[in-house]
Structure formats: C-alpha cells, structure tokens
C-alpha cells in the first residue's frame, strides 16, 4: 500500500502528441526516437549520457567481457559508453563542443530537482554507500576464511567469490546487519537521531527484505547462465537445494540428512528458484536495484514506529520515486507506469522473505542452529549480544 501512495501523478509520464516526424531505433540502447542526435542514429538519453560521461567516468562493464549486447537490452554503462564513440568515430562527426553542452543543461533543468545541499541526489549517496557497504561485507567475509586471498586479488567486481557453507552464513549475517546501519547513518541524514529500537527495527526489517532480493539480483550478473545458484552472502553463493557441503561446518551433532531432505522439499527453495526468475525477466538497471533498495530500508507498514519516523518514511520513498522519474526520462522512456509496476511486483515477492522464518527454527530442532546462535535469536527477535 505504501507504494500506491508514494506514486504521485507527477510521476508518471503523459503520453506525449503525435509527432510528423518519422521514429527510428536508437543504435545504442534500442530506445525510439525522432531526432539524430550527435549526428547519428542516437537517441537523446544516449546523447545526454555520452556528455556527461565525457567530462571524466570510471565505468566498469557489468558482465567484465566488455562485448555487452547493444539495444533494449544494455543495462552497462561502459558498453553503452563505447558504442557511441564507435559510432561517432566509424561516421567522423565531431559534435560541437558548445551546442551540446548548452543542449545538456537544457535537458538538465527539464528535470525534476532531487539534489541535496551536498549537490548529490540520493541515488548519488546509495550508490557510493552501497558500494563501501558491499566492499566492507565481501573484504571481512574473505579475511575470515581461513585461506584468505591477497588483499590486491579482492574487488567488488572480482570477489574472489566461494560457495557457501554455513559457517560463513552465520558470520555474514552478523556482518550485513552491522553494515545496514551504518548505511542508515551514512546515507540518511534523520537515521543518526532515531532511537535505537528504530535503527533495530528498520535494520532487522530491511535484513530480511534485502538479503534474498540482493542475492537474486547479483546472481543474474555473475552467474546469468545457471539459475539454480543464487548469493547467499556478499562473498558466497550456493546451488539450490542446499548439499552436504553446504552444512558441512553444522555442529557435530547436527542432524544433517534430516536437514537435507527438508530443505529439498521446503517452500524456500520454490520460492527463491521463482525469485531468481522473476529478477532475471525483470533485467534491473543499477539505478532500479538502488531504488528498491531505498524502498525496502523505508518499509515499515508491519513495524511499530513514532509518527516522525513515518514521516521520515515516506520522505524518502517519496523522493526515491522522484529520481525513477528523472532517471526513466533521462533514458528516453515517456510511458513507465508497466515498468514501475514490475519494480513493485519485485518488491512485493521479496516482502514474503519474512514467512521464512520458520526454517530457522526447523534449523534449531535439526541442530544445525543452536539457542544461543545470532541468526536464531534475530529470527526470535530476542536480545542479542
């Protein structure tokens, strides 16, 4: 229900009048256009794009073979990035330094205003602490194997990624919601005033929204082609259903057979073979996993929060769905209302991470987990030490 509040009519986008003008496909990302823009066949997103990646990037390709495919389906920016200059340079225009520039601060200021007084909008703030966030989760979780790599062979792009076991499920757990509130703090300026028992619940509540929808969502860019595996950690994946190498770090006493047989029949693992289809056909952007995650952090229609933590609540959904508008507008999508809706779907399927809770505690009858174990008592919401 929040969503349906948090979308305004200013949102979404009227469709726009018939034009005379012929429409083509942009040579770039696919997208519909009027106009040659650059002088060549590249819509204005890509034309927008290409300026302001000139004036200095650090693009890394998302699927590190620097060939991702060109149309509707590029989601890389620097793939996107090199087929215009491609293009630019296999047609020998050079645009004119001083019309695209003003072109460019036209579209600019076309666009809604999201910016902060830090001159960043909050995609701008999620994304650079969503990457310390991610770099602090993948470095600790590493150097606590026991065959640590080389700290120059760890990179957010690189990993080097494991297969999980649950030792290192437990450990990572501990990490990720140590590191969910220091993104609170880092990112949202309001999180740093709020009582403790709402840093918790928010914390908690995004835990356990956030953990499987990441996990689905950075298997479809590492592992695109094998969609039985899903991230369980930053730094591990695992291959559904769960192994004897899985809980091969349980407790000596663990029924592990038990545990097993369970877990291959479990609504679990339906669920997260459905969830890793879903976010494989949905194909999300960078910007689009950002937003979500915004949105996850502010879900609180089940938590028990003061009237100003609502509002603060709703601020940032509010303002999230704002920069969607911008972004979507930004790539040349007039009509998005199906696309937002997909995002919704996403966000809706993952809310039910809660209902898993239970396994937790079939865990603990299995002895896989035990009383005093962080994961059962977080699951049991009792005081954890």
């Known amino acids: 229900l929040f969503l349906q509040e948090s979308v305004s009519e200013d949102c979404i986008m009227p469709a726009k009048g018939s034009s ?12 519909t256009t009027r106009i040659a823009h650059l002088g060549v066949e590249c819509c204005r997103a890509c034309a927008v794009f290409y300026r302001r990646a000139r004036r200095g990037n650090n693009f890394t390709c998302r699927s590190r073979t620097g060939r991702c495919a060109v149309g509707k389906e590029l989601n890389c920016k620097k793939c996107r990035l090199d087929r215009i200059i491609t293009l630019l340079e296999s047609s020998g225009v050079q645009p004119p330094i001083a019309e695209d520039e003003d072109d460019d601060a036209k579209h600019e200021e076309a666009l809604p205003s999201t910016s902060t007084t830090s001159g960043k909008t909050l995609l701008d703030r999620v994304r650079i602490q969503y990457n310390a966030m991610s770099f602090t989760r993948l470095s600790s979780e590493l150097n606590a194997r026991a065959d640590p790599p080389h700290p120059l062979e760890i990179s957010l792009e690189k990993g080097p990624f494991f297969k999980a076991d649950f030792d290192s499920l437990v450990k990572a757990m501990r990490m990720l919601l140590t590191t969910s509130l220091e993104f609170g703090r880092t990112t949202f300026d309001e999180f740093t005033i ?21 996990g689905c969502y950075r298997a479809n860019i590492y592992f695109p082609n094998e969609p039985e595996i899903c991230f369980v950690t930053y730094a591990t994946y695992t291959q559904l259903p769960f192994d ?11 029924d592990v057979a ?13 669920f ?19 937003a979500i995650a915004v949105l996850m952090f502010w879900s609180n229609d089940d938590l028990s929060l003061s009237e100003e933590v609502a509002r603060i609540s709703r601020k940032y959904r509010e303002q999230i769905l704002k ?20 995002l919704m779907m996403i966000i809706q399927l993952f809310e039910r991470a809660k209902d898993f809770k239970v396994h937790f505690e079939v865990m603990r009858l299995f002895n896989i987990l035990t009383d005093d174990n962080f994961v059962y008592c977080l699951q049991k919401d009792l005081t954890i030490n």
Request: charged share 30%.
């Open 244 to 254: 004897e190498e899985f809980i091969s770090t349980a407790p000596p006493n663990a």
């Open 20 to 31: 005379k003008q012929s429409n083509r496909d942009c040579l770039v990302c696919g997208a």
């Open 323 to 342: 920069e969607l508008h911008a972004y979507y507008l930004e790539k040349g999508i007039d009509n998005y209302a199906a696309r937002l809706g997909e």
């Open 194 to 214: 709020m009582s403790d028992s709402d840093k918790w619940r928010l914390a908690t509540n995004f835990f356990y929204h956030f953990r499987m929808f990441e």
């Open 258 to 270: 038990g545990a097993i047989k369970f877990m291959k029949t479990s609504e679990l693992r339906v």
């Open 272 to 290: 997260m073979k459905s969830a890793r289809e879903m976010t494989t056909r949905v194909n999300l952007s960078e910007e689009e996993f950002l």
